[in-house]
Structure formats: C-alpha cells, structure tokens
C-alpha cells in the first residue's frame, strides 16, 4: 500500500561546540541568575539552528503519516485488510497530522514495528512517536532564550559601538535629559505658584481679625489683610 522508504529521514542538527554548550546552559537555566548572552558572532548559526529546528517540528501531512502507517499492516497481526486497511489509515493519519515531521522517521517505524503485536490505535501511535520531539521542543526552547538576550562583545572589534549605536544611545540621553528639565520646570513652578497663592479672607475671617488686631473698623481688617499678602508677594518673589 506505501513503500517506507519514501519516508523523510531526520537530518542531524549539526552544531558548533560553544553552540551546544550553549543550548545545555539556556535550556537549564539558574532560577536565581541570567545565563551570559551568547557573543554576536554565534547570532547567524543560532538564527539558523532555530529555522532548521522549526521545520522538523512543524505538523505533518497526511500522506507521509500514510506512508509511516500502513506497512504496520504486514508487521502486525489483526490488520484491517483491503479497502478497510485503507480507509482506516487515512483516518488515523488525519488524526495525527498535528504531531511534527520529526516523528515520522524509518527509526520511530521500526520502534513501533517492534513494540505493537496488534494493530495500533491512533492513541497508542501518537504515545509512541511524541517523544521524538521533546528533544528538539528542548533545544529550540533554548535557542529562542537565546534569541532575546543582547548579545555580547567579545572582541575589541565587536566591543566597540557602531556609529548607528552611538546615534541611538546620545537621542536616548537626550531625551532622558529633557525630560528631568521638563520635570525640574514643572516643579519649580508649582512652587512659585504656591507661594503666590493669595489668602482670601471671608467677612467672617476680616472680623475675628479686626478683634484679634484691636482695629476699630472694617477697613482696617481690610487693608491689614492687604498687607499681609503684599508680603506674602514680597517673600514668594
């Protein structure tokens, strides 16, 4: 019904030393401590390793899981046999077609051929084949921390700033400058504002002042008051 041979074959991800050591620290990372960024001139082959990593866990299609299913069918005993065998594998394999490419592989059908006795459900298949992912999900995962972490300058060379850097760096002082003299400002005149904030005396308040100064009238009360927030005035400027 399929020939097996037709299957994708996972190719090994083939990484640099300091890469793999790497994916160990970002994929086990300190609860109490940031791993170190990675330096920029391993950006390139992180960025690729994450695209290759992506693809063989990307869903499968249908018929490359018919291709993985059906030769169980000789290797198993109470197969479904003709047009039932046929009808039941494109049901299971559109049941699984969530699971990534990378589990679809010539190892994990030699795996099942050497596991099922009976003919499979699509439980017991995809309990098979999924955790030839958890390895690539792990490395990914660490890929994708390192991704979002600023890298670091190792060199002279890569120590220094570009000029677009620079740039960035003296309009973000820039604008952190301006906005503490804009504060600075703001303060200073609600201050001023404060001071020269005039008292406003009610009849009531002119009155218990005329009695509490001993003046006869209620002029007096008024021009006291007018005093006293001239040199309110006075000492605000």
């Known amino acids: 019904m399929a020939d097996a041979t037709n299957l994708p074959a996972l190719q090994p991800l083939t990484l640099s030393q300091p ?6 620290t970002f994929g086990t990372p300190h609860p109490d401590a940031l791993p170190d960024a990675p330096p920029r001139w391993m950006m390139p082959e992180i960025r690729a390793a994450h695209a290759k990593l992506g693809d063989a866990l990307a869903p499968t299609d249908a018929a490359t899981i018919v291709r993985w299913i059906a030769p169980l069918a000789s290797m198993v005993s109470k197969a479904p046999e003709g047009r039932a065998l046929r009808v039941r594998v494109q049901a299971m394999a559109h049941a699984l077609t969530d699971l990534p490419r990378c589990c679809w592989t010539p190892e ?21 084949v999924t955790p030839a992912a958890q390895p690539l999900r792990h490395q990914r995962a660490a890929l994708q921390r390192m991704m979002f972490v600023e890298p670091s300058r190792g060199s ?21 400058v301006e906005a503490m003299r804009a504060q600075l400002d703001q303060r200073e005149r609600e201050d001023k504002a404060a001071r020269r904030r005039r008292v406003q005396l009610t009849p009531d308040q002119l009155a218990a002042h005329r009695q509490n100064a001993g003046l006869r009238t209620l002029a007096d009360a008024n021009a006291s008051a007018q005093t006293l927030n001239r040199l309110a005035r006075e000492e605000a400027s």
């Open 19 to 24: 890469l793999a050591e790497a994916i160990v």
């Open 108 to 128: 994990t059908q030699r795996q099942a051929a050497r596991t099922f006795r009976f003919w499979p459900s699509v439980a017991e298949i995809a309990e098979l």
């Open 156 to 176: 002279p060379e890569e120590r220094r700033e570009t000029s677009a850097e620079r740039a960035s760096h003296a309009e973000a002082n820039r604008r952190a």
